[in-house]
């Protein structure tokens, strides 16, 4: 007698997928997205850029290398949940200390797999991402117009907030380097460049690579004022990647990123979120996409070098490169689509990238924006 599902995955259009439900028991409504990385499914699940989202894994060997505390992006998961073709599989790996599907039941997270996820990919990529909800129940006992009810009512993000939601509330110093054999993760040790990154959902890979470029790291909350940033004498200011509507967010973070602007000269540099905030606070426009960027082989070529870089992307909305103002120059794009991965002020130091220079696709391709900030503050104190 085949096995009942135990899970169920409700689109707001009433399409459904049943399978085999794994990780937490419940039910959650987010957003769904795919990603197309072959590794990394720890590190994607704590990623606060994915807030509000659950995620379909286009590759199907998932749980094959388990998880362990270091590979957390974030103190917990922030994925809403995870779609997957096959069971996850046992770890395999010297690093693993504990099954994946074990972590997810203790950080309360519900996970899915046996189903087609190349119909399900298919089907975001021609209709764009859909609102879903996701429920996981042992006796497989599904209210199927409960589910379609429950995914239609979905916000969804757009105008949504959800920086706030994922960011710090108080600041913190950070010293932690990048992972290094056999030691591991270092500490950065003695005065460095005084960076103060806000917090829009930040990447702790992120914080490590400023650690490890020179960078003593002061980390702000997603709300930080231009007077809380500039209290603290930076030599250059960070913003970081996050989740949510870049416009929402923007009511808060435009105002203080171009006080900042205006009342110094330091470098600045942006990844994700935060390039979407300073090309906002420079005055152009940001929009939805289809089905968004995400994945770690995106090629994206760099208009100034006319080097192409496989890059790390994670985001759902854009800046439009037809509004960006005068002395604002689009320095990256994805080949994919074309779309703008990239800007730089004309005449100063600021600059940001819409994918994830700390992360290693290609491997260290894009590694050399951390190091072009560091000597950009580097010739701001040499100069001064």
């Known amino acids: 007698m085949p096995q009942r599902p135990t899970a169920c995955l409700a689109l707001a259009d009433g399409t459904l997928f049943f399978g085999r439900g794994f990780g937490a028991t419940g039910l959650t409504t987010a957003e769904l997205c795919f990603n197309t990385a072959m590794t990394g499914y720890q590190e994607i699940m704590t990623d606060p850029s994915y807030a509000g989202q659950v995620v379909t894994f286009t590759f199907p060997h998932v749980g094959n290398v388990g998880v362990n505390p270091e590979d957390d992006e974030t103190a917990d998961p ?131 690579c400023l650690a490890s470029t020179g960078c003593e790291v002061t980390v702000l909350p997603a709300t930080a004022t231009a007077e809380d940033v500039l209290a603290l004498n930076p030599e250059g200011l960070f913003l970081s990647n996050g989740p949510g509507d ?60 006319g080097k192409v870089e496989i890059t790390s992307m994670n985001h759902g909305f854009t800046v439009d490169a037809q509004t960006l103002p005068d002395g604002v120059i689009e320095t990256h794009v994805s080949l994919f689509d074309g779309s703008n991965c990239g800007i730089r002020l004309a005449d100063r130091p600021v600059f940001s990238v819409q994918y994830h220079p700390e992360a290693s696709p290609g491997p260290q391709d894009s590694y050399y924006l951390f190091e072009r900030f560091a000597a950009a503050i580097s010739a701001g104190k040499a100069a001064a």
Not at 146 to 175: E, H, I, N
Not at 272 to 289: D, S
């Open 246 to 305: 870049p416009a929402a967010t923007g009511d808060y973070a435009v105002p203080m990123i171009r006080a900042v602007l205006e009342r110094s000269d330091i470098p600045v540099f942006g990844i994700c979120l935060g390039h979407q905030m300073l090309a906002l606070a420079l005055g152009a426009r940001t929009i939805k996409m289809n089905h968004g960027h995400h994945g770690a082989n995106h090629p994206v070529k760099d208009l100034e070098t």
């Open 78 to 208: 922030v994925a809403a949940g995870m779609v997957v073709k096959w069971d996850p599989t046992e770890p395999s790996n010297w690093r693993a200390t504990e099954r994946l599907t074990d972590w997810l039941v203790r950080r309360g997270r519900i996970g899915m797999g046996g189903i087609d996820t190349r119909r399900l990919t298919r089907a975001i990529r021609q209709q764009g991402a859909p609102h879903v909800a996701l429920a996981h129940d042992p006796d497989g006992n599904f209210d199927i117009e409960a589910l379609v009810k429950a995914a239609r009512a979905f916000p969804g993000l757009v105008g949504l907030d959800l920086a706030k939601d994922v960011s710090t509330r108080q600041s913190y110093r950070w010293d932690e380097m990048r992972w290094a054999w056999p030691e591991g993760y270092a500490r950065r040790e003695g005065p460095g460049h005084r960076v103060v990154a806000i917090d829009y959902g930040a990447k702790r890979n992120i914080l490590r």
